[in-house]
């Protein structure tokens, strides 16, 4: 058995992104594009609401309440004869792309968190690391709760207090991907050749630290999206008539002869979730 | 929700390599996570305390404020003493620190009873419901690992294998409405008005501990797959050891220790969730308490509540990190063996 190590050509970065997305493209599993297609579509209502649904999601429509799920109203109407579909649209918004939001803050102040820690090293580490312990050390949900209580109920808060309870997790991925790159023999030989520290940071540790960290912040958007529908199923997030997914739940509740008030919403933060989560699997297995 | 997905994702945190492996006696090591244990909880609180009282709309002053706290100015003069809200904030934090390492929480602005005594007649109704819930996740989650191994036909081994990633899904006051809607409103197996009977506090533990068992069966299976394929199981087989036996000595055994890892972040989970479930539920505890505490900006209690949690992710998490060692001969012997777990 003979092993040929063929020097791989250097391609242009432009070139093997291509290559690398056509041959994703074409290994994709099918639940996996189904999830992406899922994704896209909640994406999209969430920017362009009224491409998708005709009715409004605020004006009460007394006619037309408690209808049960049909053609007319795909997930039925609320007890003011809103068309529940549309406000589950108009909700996409302060549910998902709240999400974003979420996760972009703890992505950004964790990930700079754990960078520092574990490229800096030393007594800023240290610092760091008792830091990191002690967002750790209180739960997430109820530090989200604490926070959002100190900001002030709307669903925007909600996101950055869910966003700030997931932190420390971030910062914890980071400081590991750090090290395990700063340790290793080529950023060694990097520092040797004469590489700057910036240059070892953005030629080096970032780009290999990438691939885990993407399929966390994916994984941290599924559970940003339960956190934030459970702060507004609690209250903690804007109230009516905003129409976010875990308020349409908690309102639903009250109407025991109307369940499909309270499956309509819970069907789709469901599915949401478990297409995220299905495509962070699959960005962790490839990774 | 947050932290455990994440578990069930990276390694859970084991003991610090450098502590241990260094061939420290086991006491230095057990005193130096003692210390780290005492700081990270004084820190807690101090962090809980920045961010309720820097954070606007300081409850404090608004409540003595408020004109139908019904209060007599001579109280109100004492609360103020008390909490020192009129001094600088680094002599309130420092006088909220000293009541702290004093086992003191304060009083509640609402209720006027001590935090303490809220938390102590709340906290039988959490533990019961916490118990139930993780009894219920251990199960589930050694079942879908058993189910992951031995059932009959891929197609069922593949099908009970995504059942964690739904469970991780799923809200849990998702869980908790359905429940509610079918074995109570349709099966009347339960009646909602008395949530604390044993039918009852089953079913809110069920809502609990699904999405807890997630991660738990997720480590299990990663373990399982991982030890299936090992020589002794192998050897144990053809000697005639039945299948449950096997399953039971030689495959959960040696996954107990990531799953013993895992408890802290399974603790904190547990309070997080007590909160939405007592809330779904009816059912008085802590996370009811506290639900009470938000909506009356009762800043005591909400302070109190998040030590309590602190000291409880801290203290189970001490014993994880004491017991490993001790569990796992490999985590001792430092540069030689490393142990290796793993992980999905």
């Known amino acids: 058995m003979s092993i040929a190590i063929a020097p791989r050509p250097a391609q242009p970065p432009a070139r093997r992104l291509t290559a690398a997305a056509r041959s994703a493209f074409t290994t994709v599993p099918p639940s996996v594009l189904l999830s992406f297609i899922v994704v896209l579509i909640v994406l999209l209502w969430s920017l362009f609401p009224a491409l998708f649904t005709s009715y409004s999601a605020v004006t009460a429509n007394p006619a037309d309440k ?4 049909g053609a007319q109203h795909w997930l039925g109407t609320d007890d003011l004869g ?10 996409a918004r302060s549910s ?23 490229f800096v090293g030393g007594w800023v580490d240290a610092v760091l690391g008792r830091l990191v312990d002690t967002l750790l050390a209180i739960p997430g949900f109820l530090l989200a709760v604490v926070v959002v209580t100190g900001l002030g109920f709307t669903t925007l808060n909600a996101a950055i207090a869910t966003g700030i309870a997931s932190v420390a997790i971030f910062a914890r991925l980071m400081r590991a991907e750090t090290l395990k790159v700063r340790h290793s023999v080529f950023v060694e030989s990097s520092y040797l050749q004469g590489g700057s520290r910036n240059y070892v940071l953005f030629r080096h540790v970032l780009p290999n630290a990438y691939r885990s960290v993407v399929a966390l912040a994916v994984l ?23 129409s976010d997914w875990g308020l349409l739940v908690a309102a639903g509740q009250n109407d025991a002869t109307a369940p499909w008030l ?10 949401t979730v478990l297409s995220i989560n299905r495509i962070s699997r699959w960005l962790r297995k490839t990774s | 929700m947050t932290d455990l997905a994440i578990a069930a994702t990276t390694q859970p945190s084991a003991p610090e390599a450098g502590g241990w492996a260094r061939g420290r006696p086991y006491f230095v090591y057990a005193l130096q996570r003692l210390a780290q244990a005492v700081v990270v909880i004084l820190l807690a609180y101090v962090l809980s305390f920045v961010l309720i009282t820097i954070l606007p709309g300081n409850a404090i002053a608004t409540t003595l404020g408020n004109p139908q706290s019904g209060l007599s100015p001579a109280q109100v003069r004492n609360v103020e003493n008390y909490y020192g809200v009129t001094k600088p904030i680094i002599v309130q934090l420092w006088m909220a620190l000293s009541r702290f390492a004093r086992g003191q929480l304060g009083t509640s602005l609402v209720s006027h009873q001590t935090v303490t005594s809220l938390i102590a007649g709340a906290l039988p109704y959490t533990l019961k419901l916490a118990g139930t819930a993780l009894l219920i996740s251990l199960v589930l989650a050694a079942v879908i690992a058993y189910g992951s191994q031995y059932l009959p036909g891929k197609w069922a081994r593949s099908v009970i ?3 964690p990633s739904l469970f991780l899904s799923v809200p849990n006051f998702i869980i908790g409405l359905l429940l509610i809607h079918y074995f109570s409103f349709q099966m009347h197996t339960f009646d909602v008005l008395n949530p604390d009977s044993p039918v009852g506090t089953f079913f809110a533990g069920l809502a609990l501990g699904i999405p807890i068992c997630a991660p ?11 030890e299936t394929g090992q020589e002794y199981v192998l050897v144990a087989r053809s000697r005639g050891l039945t299948q449950a036996r096997l399953f039971a000595r030689h495959l959960v055994k040696p ?26 539920f009816g059912r008085n505890g802590i996370g009811s308490v506290m639900y009470q505490a938000v909506s009356n900006q009762d800043t005591p209690v909400l302070q109190g509540i998040v030590a309590l949690a602190a000291v409880v992710f801290v203290v189970v998490n001490l014993i994880a990190d004491l017991l490993s060692p001790l569990l796992d001969p490999r985590v001792r012997l430092g540069g030689g063996g490393r142990r290796e777990v793993a992980t999905p």
Request: aromatic residues 6%; negative net charge; proline residues 5%.
């Open chain 1, 262 to 271: 309270v499956y309509g919403p819970a069907i789709v933060i469901v599915i």
């Open chain 1, 66 to 69: 408690f209808l049960g799920p």
């Open chain 2, 216 to 226: 738990l069966a997720e480590v299990l299976i990663a373990n399982l797959d991982h």
């Open chain 2, 161 to 163: 294998r995504s059942a």
């Open chain 1, 82 to 91: 809103r068309d529940e579909f549309a406000r589950v649209v108009y909700g």
């Open chain 1, 220 to 242: 941290q958007l599924g559970s940003a999206i339960i956190v934030i529908a459970a702060l507004a199923f609690l209250g903690y997030g804007s109230p009516p008539p905003a």
């Open chain 1, 96 to 118: 998902v792309g709240t999400a974003v939001v979420a996760v972009a803050i703890g992505l950004f102040a964790g990930g700079l968190i754990g960078l520092l820690a574990g």
């Open chain 2, 255 to 280: 996954s107990m220790l990531p799953a013993v890892t895992m408890a802290a972040l399974i603790a904190g989970e547990l309070m997080g969730g007590a909160i939405i479930t007592e809330e779904v």
